[in-house]
C-alpha cells in the first residue's frame, strides 16, 4: 500500500483543479429555495411541510432503488434528487394528498430523470415534469387551493379559494384579487402578491423571497442571469401586448419561481448564452400565450417544458469564437 | 497606470509565494548533460558530433541538415566528451535523440574554452545578419511552447508588424522565473526587445506583466530610461488572470484585437516574445552566447527548496545536489515540466533541462488531487471559463458523437489547450485531453480526406 502510495502519477495537463463540485453547486440551489420554503411552511403549515418532506423521502429512495436496480452505484449524495424533491414540492398546492406527492417525484426521478439516463441526460426539468404528471392525473387535486391559515391553522374545505391567476381567468376583477388576499386597492394588492401572503403552490407566493434566493444563486455565481431576466421580462411585455395586466402577471403566478429555479435548470436548458436567452424569452411568451388563450390559468410549467424540447437546437447557436472571421464568400464562377 | 485584460479565463490558486523574489541562483557545474538534438518545432537536426569528440562549451552539436526554415541547431552547454548518443527520456514525455556529455572538470571553471560566437551589435549589422545570428545561436521560445525565435521575426513582407510585446505575464501558477529575469536582468530584457523592434521595423514596444508583479514596474522604468535605443517602450500592467500570457489573450488585452482564427500573432500585426527568449537574444548579440543555460524554477509542495535557478540546457533534474533541489519523496505525486495548467507530467527525475522548461513543479497528493470524472450537469462553467469563446461542452459532446466537423464549426482547432474548462468543470471532465484527441482525429481526417498531390495533374493530363 505505501508503494502505491509513492507513485508518482502521469496524467495530461492541467494538474490541478477547481474545488468546486456539482454537490456544491445543488446545495447552493438548496439554499436559495430555503426561504421561499420556509415562509411556504409558515403560511400553510404542516401539509406543506409535510408536502416537502415526502416529496424529498420518494425521490430520494426512488432514485437509489432504481440505480441500485439496473445495478448502478446510488447517486444519493450527489444531492440532484433531493433538489427534485424540494423543487416539485414547492410548485404543489399544500393540500396535495400525500401519496400523490409521492407519486410525483418517483415519476419525476424515475421516469423524467433516470430513463434519460440519469444525472445530466434528462431533456426536460424532472420537477416540471412532476408537477405536469400529476396535474394531468388529478386535476381536481392539483388545482384545490386554500387560503393562508398560519404555520398553526388547518387546511380545511372552509379555507378553499381560488388563486389570484384563477380569480383573473374565470373573468374576475383586481377588485375579486383584492378581496381574496384581504387588500383595499390596487398598489396594496401587489404589494401583498409581492410579499406573498396568497393562495397558491408551497413556495411560488413570496416573490420577494424566491428573488433572494436568486440573488444568492447570481452571486454564487451558480445561475446565469440570462433565461430568468429573459423569461420575466418576455412574460411582462407579451402580457402587456395581449392585454392583460404586465405587473399582475408577474407576481400573482409561477413566473418568478419558474423562471430562477426552473429556467435555469442545468440539464434541461441550452448551455450557449444566446440560447439561455431565447430559451428564456420563449418560456415567457408561451406562459403568457397559454395564460391568455389556453386552459389552464398558470403556463409557467408548460412553458418552460416546450423549451426544453427545444433546447439542443439552441445550443447550435454557439458564441462566435474568438478570431472569428466571417467565411469568404466563393468567388462567382 | 490602467489595467488590461481579456474576457473569460480563470482564477486558479497563483501559489508563486514560495519562490518568488528569490534571486536567480546559478547551479555549480553539472557532471554530465543530457541535450536532446531536437528542441524546436520543424524538420528535425542530425547530430554533427560522434561519441569520444571533445566539445566546448557553446560549440553547434546538432543542426537540420536539410536546412527548413523552421530548423534550430543546438550547442554544448559545458565543455567536456561526448560519451554518448543515445535515446533517452525528453520533457515532453516522448523518447528522442540525445547527446550525453561528461565534463571536463579542468575547464568547468574556465570561460576562455567557450566556444562563442563574435559579439555582433544588433542595431548596425543587416536584419538578415540578425536573424541568423539569432537563428544561429539556438534561441526558441522560453515560455514554453519552443517555437523558433526567428520565425517570428520575419514575417512575409504583406504582415505589417506594429507592436512587439514582451511577454512577462507568467500566468501560469508556481512559476516566478519571468518575474526573477525581470527583476535581476531588466536592461537586458529591454536590450532584447529592442534587438527584435529594430529587426521588425516598428517604434513601438510594450513590456507585459500581470498585476502581481507590480514591484518589478520601477526596475524596468528605469532600466527603459537608460537604453538609449530611442525606441518607445512601455510597461503595461494586465490582470492577474489564467491564461493572460496566452499569446491570443496578451494581444487581446494590449491592443483590443483579436488575432484571426487560424492566424498567427502577424495576422494582427504583433510579435511576441517571452522575457527570458529577449534576454538570450540580447546575449547572443552581445556576448555572442548561444541559448546554453536558462532560468527555471522549482517548486511545488513536494519541493524543499523552492528557487529559481539558473541550469545548462540538458542538465538532469535527478542530478541536481541536495542543496539545489531536495524533494520530499513521500509526499511527491506528480512531477511536472511546466506549471500545472498547461505542464507536462514526467515519470521520473532522468530527464534534462530543455531550452522550453520554464520550471519544474513538484506537486503534492493535496496539490493535484485525482478526481473521478462524473456526468457533466451542463452548468455551462466550461464557456464562461473559456479564453476562446468556444463551448467546450458542446465541443465534448460532438466529440463523443463522432462529429468532428461539428467540433470544428463550434471552435475545436481554435482551442489554445490553457485548460481553463478541465479546471472550472464541477464534474472534473478531463476536457482539455479531450479536445487534444480530438484535434488529432480531424487534422488525421483531413489529412485523409485531401487529395494526393499527384492526383489533380494526372487529372488535367
Known amino acids: 500500500m505505501a508503494n502505491t502510495e509513492r507513485r508518482v502519477l502521469l496524467s495530461s495537463s492541467p494538474h490541478f483543479s477547481s474545488p468546486e463540485t456539482a454537490k456544491r453547486l445543488m446545495a447552493n440551489v438548496l439554499i436559495a429555495l430555503a426561504p421561499a420554503a420556509a415562509y411556504g411552511i409558515a403560511l400553510f403549515g404542516l401539509p406543506a411541510l409535510l408536502t416537502i418532506a415526502v416529496s424529498v423521502a420518494a425521490a430520494l429512495a426512488s432514485d437509489a432503488a432504481f440505480r441500485l436496480a439496473i445495478g448502478q452505484k446510488p447517486r444519493v449524495a450527489d444531492l440532484s434528487a433531493a433538489l427534485t424533491g424540494v423543487l416539485l414540492a414547492l410548485v404543489l398546492p399544500p393540500s396535495t394528498p400525500l401519496w400523490m406527492t409521492a407519486l410525483g417525484a418517483v415519476f419525476a426521478v424515475v421516469v423524467a430523470k433516470e430513463f434519460f439516463g440519469g444525472l445530466g441526460a434528462n431533456v426536460f426539468n424532472p420537477a416540471l415534469i412532476g408537477r405536469a404528471f400529476l396535474i394531468m392525473s388529478f386535476p381536481a387535486a392539483i388545482t384545490t387551493w386554500h387560503k393562508t391559515v398560519g404555520f398553526a391553522g388547518a387546511l380545511t374545505d372552509a379555507t378553499t379559494t381560488a388563486t389570484p391567476l384563477n380569480i383573473i381567468k374565470l373573468g374576475g376583477t383586481m377588485g375579486d384579487v383584492a378581496a381574496s388576499v384581504g387588500s383595499s386597492d390596487y398598489a396594496s394588492t401587489l404589494w401583498t402578491l409581492f410579499t406573498g401572503n396568497r393562495a397558491g403552490c408551497i413556495g411560488e407566493s413570496s416573490i420577494l423571497l424566491i428573488l433572494a434566493g436568486g440573488a444568492f444563486l447570481l452571486i454564487t455565481r451558480t445561475i446565469d442571469w440570462r433565461a430568468p431576466l429573459a423569461m420575466i421580462a418576455t412574460t411582462f411585455l407579451a402580457s402587456w401586448g395581449f392585454g392583460m395586466d404586465p405587473v399582475f402577471g408577474i407576481l400573482s403566478g409561477g413566473v418568478v419561481f419558474g423562471a430562477v429555479f426552473m429556467a435555469t435548470d442545468y440539464v434541461s436548458a441550452p448551455v450557449t448564452p444566446t440560447g439561455k436567452l431565447l430559451f428564456g424569452a420563449g418560456a415567457g411568451l408561451v406562459t403568457a400565450l397559454i395564460r391568455k388563450w389556453g386552459g389552464y390559468p398558470e403556463g409557467v410549467t408548460y412553458g418552460i417544458l416546450m423549451m426544453n424540447a427545444i433546447a439542443p437546437f439552441l445550443n447550435r447557436i454557439v458564441q462566435k469564437k474568438y478570431g472569428w472571421v466571417a467565411p469568404k464568400k466563393e468567388a462567382a464562377k | ?461
Do not use: W
Not at chain 2, 529559481?308 to 545536489?321: E, K, M, R, S
Open chain 2, 1 to 461: 497606470m490602467s489595467i488590461k485584460t481579456f474576457k473569460g479565463g480563470i482564477h486558479p490558486p497563483v501559489r508563486k509565494e514560495a519562490s518568488e523574489g528569490k534571486a536567480i541562483e546559478r547551479i555549480p557545474a553539472p557532471k554530465q548533460v543530457v541535450i536532446p538534438i531536437n528542441q524546436h518545432f520543424g524538420a528535425p537536426n542530425q547530430s554533427i558530433v560522434a561519441v569520444g569528440d571533445t566539445v566546448r562549451r557553446g560549440q553547434k552539436i546538432a543542426e537540420g541538415k536539410a536546412g527548413g526554415p523552421m530548423t534550430v541547431p543546438v550547442h554544448a552547454s559545458i565543455t567536456g566528451t561526448v560519451k554518448k548518443i543515445e535515446v533517452r527520456a525528453q520533457s515532453n514525455n516522448t523518447d528522442g535523440i540525445c547527446v550525453i556529455i561528461e565534463t571536463d572538470p579542468a575547464a568547468a571553471e574556465d570561460s576562455s574554452s567557450d566556444a562563442f560566437m563574435q559579439p555582433l551589435d544588433g542595431f548596425s549589422c543587416t536584419k538578415d545578419e540578425a536573424l541568423a545570428r539569432i537563428r544561429e545561436a539556438g534561441i526558441v521560445g522560453m515560455g514554453g511552447a519552443g517555437f523558433p525565435a526567428h520565425v517570428k521575426l520575419a514575417p512575409p513582407p504583406n504582415k505589417p508588424i506594429d507592436l512587439v510585446i514582451a511577454n512577462g505575464a507568467e500566468c501560469e501558477p508556481y512559476l516566478t522565473i519571468d518575474e526573477a529575469t525581470l527583476d535581476e536582468e531588466g536592461p537586458t530584457v529591454v536590450e532584447g526587445l529592442a534587438i527584435v523592434m529594430r529587426i521588425v521595423g516598428v517604434k513601438k514596444g510594450v513590456i507585459a506583466i500581470e498585476e502581481n508583479k507590480k514591484g518589478a514596474v520601477a526596475g524596468l522604468n528605469a532600466a527603459i530610461a537608460s537604453s538609449g535605443r530611442g525606441y518607445d517602450i512601455t510597461v503595461q500592467l494586465l490582470k492577474t488572470k489564467y491564461p493572460q500570457g496566452g499569446e491570443k489573450m496578451l494581444i487581446t488585452a494590449i491592443t483590443g484585437k483579436e488575432v484571426p482564427s487560424g492566424g498567427l500573432p502577424m495576422d494582427a500585426g504583433c510579435v511576441v516574445q517571452n522575457v527570458g527568449t529577449l534576454k538570450a537574444i540580447a546575449e547572443a548579440f552581445s556576448e555572442g552566447k548561444p541559448l546554453i543555460e536558462r532560468g527555471l524554477t522549482v517548486t511545488g509542495g513536494a519541493c524543499k527548496t523552492p528557487k529559481n535557478i539558473l541550469a545548462p540546457i540538458g542538465t538532469v533534474i535527478g542530478d541536481l545536489p541536495a542543496e539545489v533541489l531536495d524533494l520530499d519523496r513521500d509526499t511527491l505525486r506528480k512531477i511536472v515540466f511546466g506549471g500545472p495548467m498547461m505542464g507536462v507530467a514526467v515519470p521520473h527525475l532522468n530527464i534534462p533541462v530543455q531550452k522550453n522548461t520554464s520550471g519544474v513543479t513538484f506537486m503534492t497528493a493535496a496539490e493535484t488531487v485525482a478526481k473521478e470524472e462524473g456526468p457533466c450537469i451542463r452548468c455551462a462553467r466550461c464557456l464562461r471559463g473559456c479564453s476562446c469563446r468556444l463551448s467546450p461542452v458542446l465541443m465534448n459532446n460532438a466529440l463523443e458523437s463522432g462529429d468532428l466537423e461539428r467540433a470544428a464549426d463550434i471552435g475545436l482547432l481554435d482551442c489554445i489547450e490553457c485548460g481553463g474548462c478541465s479546471y472550472i468543470c464541477p464534474s472534473n471532465i478531463q476536457l482539455v485531453q479531450r479536445f487534444r484527441v480530438g484535434k488529432q482525429l480531424l487534422r488525421a481526417k483531413r489529412a485523409a480526406a485531401q487529395p494526393k498531390p499527384a492526383a489533380p495533374a494526372k487529372a488535367q493530363a
